[in-house]
Structure formats: structure tokens, C-alpha cells
């Protein structure tokens, strides 16, 4: 069998021959530096690299002078091609399961061929490394000894305040990935159902424009649409109930409206209330509404 080399800068190392069977491998979420020797040595002794898209890989393989096959594994296609993958693993073929970025089967295709490689016992290893949803906690500065991965928002609203309202009561800290055109509108949504707890969103980790703002999820937005427009990765994480404020009860609500209005307009002082609440505001300016019309009925 011939020797299989990676190369780091201008040193070449040998990689040692794989084991027969799925190695799930962890990639980098943006900075190729964060390559583990352990996940080189992989790529490089593979028969094959599956991956989400050979043009994203291709890159990162280039980076360390890695020669190796590459077959797509993704969404689209893992249906038909899983049962060949199976067929080839079953007759001793070592594979690298790698997704664009971070940790195989978060938010990707890859759960179903590890099921299908146990189901056939099929040795698979996993290979840590990068992972965006640990990295945006570590920044994030929200408690970190409980946390929910809830995936991607859902694209419609409705979807996506039902899905926030499942975890509206969830004792710990909520870690979401977003798209950077839908999270004006979503941060819109978590500041509704869940008020005004303390978040983070963390955009393009790891990469020369890294950015995290820290905040409720109002101040968030706030900052984001002052921007001509928003860009990158984006990952959200929303503190636990027990980060947020309690909730104030009606009475409490209906005084600070009261007070308020004695020195602002209807719109300032539902700023004011909806500010000290953690309330949306249109709530806020609704209540003075209806207090106008029920004063003007005969």
C-alpha cells in the first residue's frame, strides 16, 4: 500500500494507515489553523472523503497537501449513494465523513449513515474538533453548564415563535444558527416570546471579521439594522429563564403605563414601559390605545 503524506507549512508527515470503517471528522468553522493533527492524519489515510461539497473541502485539503478522493455526501443525494457507502464500509473501507464546517451530523445529513453504519456494525469513530455552537457559548457569556441546541430557526414566523414558545420554559441557555437575512425578523420573534433576556449573537467566529454583540435581543436588532446590511454565519444564544427579569403582573404594568403617561406622548411612554418590562413595545402602545377609546366611550 503506498505511504500517504499531509503537510504542515513546508514539513511533511506520514499519515498511519486507518482502521476499517466511518471516521466522523471534525473541519474548521472558518480558520483553516484550527485543523486538529489527529483529523490530517485522517483525510490523509482515507480511502475516501465524503463531504457536503468537494469545492469547499478541496480547499482545506489543498491547505495541507492532502491527495485523496473525494465523493459528495449531502442532503440531496444521501439516499441514493448511503447504500454503497454501506456496501464499501461492510468490505473494509475506511472512510472520513467531514460537513463544510465544524462537527459532522450537527445540522447535516450525516446522523442517518452513522445509524446505518451501527445497524450493520460497522466501526465508527469520531474525531472532535471546531464546533460554532460551543465556540459562540464560550463568547457568549450566558451560563454554559446547561444548554439546547435548537438548530435553524424556522424560515416562517409563525414556525419560528412556535418553536421559541416550546422552549419559552427550558431551564437552560438556547443555541440557534440563523441566517444573516432572516435575523433582523428573528431577533424581532425572541424579543416577543421571550422578552428581554440576555443574548449573544456571534457572526463569522473564527474569521478575520469575528463579531459577537452582546445584549437583549431589542439592542441586538437595534445595532443590525442600523447596518446597510448584515453578513456571515450566524450563531444565537439566548441566556436561561433564570437570566431574564421576572415577569411583572398586570397591576405592575398597568401603574408604570400610568405613571408614564403624566409627562410623555402615548408613543415615548411606551417605549419607557416596554423598555423596563422587556415587553414589545406595540403591546405597550396597544394597552394606551384601548385606555384612549375606553375613556371616549359614552
Known amino acids: ?51 457536503e461539497d468537494t469545492r469547499v473541502t478541496v480547499k482545506l485539503l489543498e491547505r495541507y497537501g492532502i491527495k485523496v478522493p473525494m465523493r459528495p455526501y449531502h442532503e440531496h443525494n444521501a439516499e441514493s449513494v448511503r447504500p454503497a457507502i454501506i456496501e464499501a ?26 445509524r446505518a453504519c451501527i445497524d450493520e456494525n460497522i466501526a465508527v469513530t469520531a474525531l472532535p474538533g471546531a464546533s460554532a455552537t460551543l465556540t459562540a457559548l464560550a463568547l457568549s457569556g450566558l451560563p454554559t453548564d446547561r444548554f439546547t441546541f435548537i438548530g435553524f430557526l424556522p424560515q416562517k414566523q409563525k414556525a419560528r415563535r412556535d418553536l421559541l414558545t416550546d422552549f419559552k420554559s427550558v431551564p437552560s441557555t438556547l443555541i440557534a444558527f440563523e441566517s444573516p437575512h432572516r435575523v433582523i425578523e428573528a431577533l424581532a420573534d425572541i424579543e416577543a416570546v421571550l422578552q428581554n433576556r440576555n443574548m449573544a449573537l456571534a457572526r463569522e467566529l473564527t474569521k478575520l471579521h469575528e463579531e459577537v454583540l452582546r445584549g437583549s435581543a431589542a439592542d441586538i436588532r437595534a445595532v443590525l439594522e442600523a447596518r446597510d446590511s448584515v453578513k456571515g454565519e450566524i450563531v444565537l444564544v439566548i441566556g436561561p429563564p433564570d437570566d431574564a427579569p421576572e415577569e411583572a403582573s398586570e397591576d405592575e404594568i ?41 375613556a371616549q366611550e359614552p
Open 89 to 114: 464500509l461492510k468490505n473494509g473501507g475506511a472512510y472520513a465523513l467531514v460537513s463544510d464546517a465544524g462537527v459532522p451530523l450537527v445540522s447535516d445529513p450525516g446522523y442517518r449513515l452513522v
Open 254 to 294: 398597568e401603574d408604570a403605563i400610568s405613571d408614564a403617561l403624566k409627562d410623555l406622548s402615548a408613543s415615548k411612554a411606551a417605549a419607557l414601559v416596554s423598555k423596563t418590562f422587556g415587553l414589545p413595545k406595540e403591546d405597550i402602545y396597544a394597552r394606551i390605545l384601548k385606555r384612549k377609546s375606553d
Open 1 to 51: 500500500m503506498a505511504e500517504k503524506f499531509f503537510h504542515i507549512g513546508p514539513t511533511q508527515h506520514m499519515a498511519p494507515s486507518l482502521a476499517p470503517g466511518l471516521h466522523v471528522t471534525a473541519t474548521p468553522i472558518g480558520n483553516l489553523g484550527d485543523m486538529t493533527l489527529r483529523a490530517l492524519a485522517t483525510l490523509a489515510a482515507a480511502d475516501v472523503v465524503l463531504c
